[in-house]
């Protein structure tokens, strides 16, 4: 059960509904976000709602039985949108591209792709300082040093930055530096690090877990959420499966399936959902007709020379055409009754 509270409630009026919910037998849980205060019923007993929801201080009131409660869409039926600043904006229509390197190699990678991004209209730099290699003998990219310089060309040209962040103890150091905090998939299900990221005012990009179900992503989502923090992204980026083919395997049945069970933005990873240059633009379009709210892809001047991911990332030409396709689908989208 969610209730929501009406602002600046009295805690007296605060205590009167948690005992109610007490003497139901519901377990209350205290969640401050950056837009509302919650309370979160957790119980099985059947009872009608009703008789909390008259309640004074008591705005509004849901039950939900699943276990991600303040990610579903069965009490927030309006989508959310993250907000960025500057009129760039993730969600509810608002669609976004978001490029650039897999790492961030130099100052001069940094420049020539932020000027890339300008020509093409993206408002959004992707690029990782932190890097989770499988080998620990590959790059790991340039750290904190490497997200100033990245700030200091994406802040002078009005670009954002989203950047993954690996453990809690770099929270506060990159805090100043990014727009979008990620969460990758090898940490879909680090709990401290979501604990964490829930209490900072940044919205967060949670990757799906190499093997990760959907309940499972939304249950890392809940973690976010239930510690402060309602920004938050849900990231398609292909599941380890028995295929050798590729890279992973794209699921695009979970689009469709997480903009139905939750109402946070859904964002399209192909770069790293198939790992196969020439299949990235067509895997992304599919995402985007399922219902994607946004992209993310690698890109780089040079794919044959970048430190990482080279396989799987377009170059500045092919990436203007993808750019070009890609919108071109999300107009074509709305054309389309179901969306």
């Not at 099985?44 to 509004?60: P, Q, T």
């Not at 340039?142 to 962040?165: H, Q, R, S, W």
């Not at 993808?322 to 179901?338: A, G, I, M, P, S």
Request: proline letters at 2%; charged letters at 25%.
């Amino acid at each position: 059960m969610i209730i929501k509270l009406k602002k600046n409630i009295d805690e007296v009026l605060k205590n009167n509904i948690i005992e109610k919910l007490d003497n139901i037998g519901y377990k209350s849980n205290d969640v401050t976000t950056q837009y509302a205060d919650y309370i979160i019923g957790v119980g099985s007993k059947e009872f009608d709602i009703r008789e909390v929801g008259v309640l004074n201080g008591v705005e509004d009131i849901h039950r939900v039985t699943s276990s991600a409660k303040l990610v579903s869409r069965k009490w927030k039926t309006k989508e959310t949108i993250i907000d960025l600043g500057d009129d760039i904006k993730i969600g509810g229509g608002h669609f976004q591209i978001m490029a650039g390197p897999c790492s961030i190699e130099s100052e001069k990678q940094i420049e020539t792709t932020v000027r890339h991004l300008l020509d093409n209209n993206i408002k959004i730099m992707r690029g990782g300082v932190y890097k989770p290699r499988s080998s620990p003998y590959a790059f790991r990219g340039l750290g904190i040093d490497g997200l100033k310089l990245f700030y200091k060309y994406c802040n002078a040209n009005g670009i954002k930055i989203i950047t993954e962040v690996m453990m809690t103890d770099q929270i506060e150091d990159m805090y100043e530096y990014v727009d979008i905090f990620q969460v990758g998939a090898r940490n879909s299900q680090n709990f401290n690090l979501l604990d964490a990221l829930g209490k900072v005012n940044k919205p967060v990009m949670l990757k799906r877990a190499l093997s990760g179900t959907i309940d499972e992503l939304l249950a890392s989502a809940e973690y976010i959420f239930s510690n402060g923090n309602e920004d938050i992204m849900l990231c398609e980026r292909g599941i380890r499966t028995y295929e050798k083919a590729y890279r992973n395997t794209f699921d695009i049945n979970s689009v469709p399936l997480l903009k139905k069970k939750s109402h946070l933005p859904v964002v399209i990873d192909a770069s790293h959902g198939v790992g196969i240059r020439e299949f990235v633009e067509p895997v992304s379009l599919a995402g985007i007709i399922a219902g994607g709210d946004a992209v993310i892809t690698e890109v780089h001047e040079i794919p044959q020379i970048a430190f990482s991911d080279g396989a799987q990332t377009l170059s500045h030409k092919e990436a203007e055409i993808y750019y070009e396709n890609v919108r071109k689908t999300v107009r074509f989208r709305k054309d389309l009754k179901r969306f």
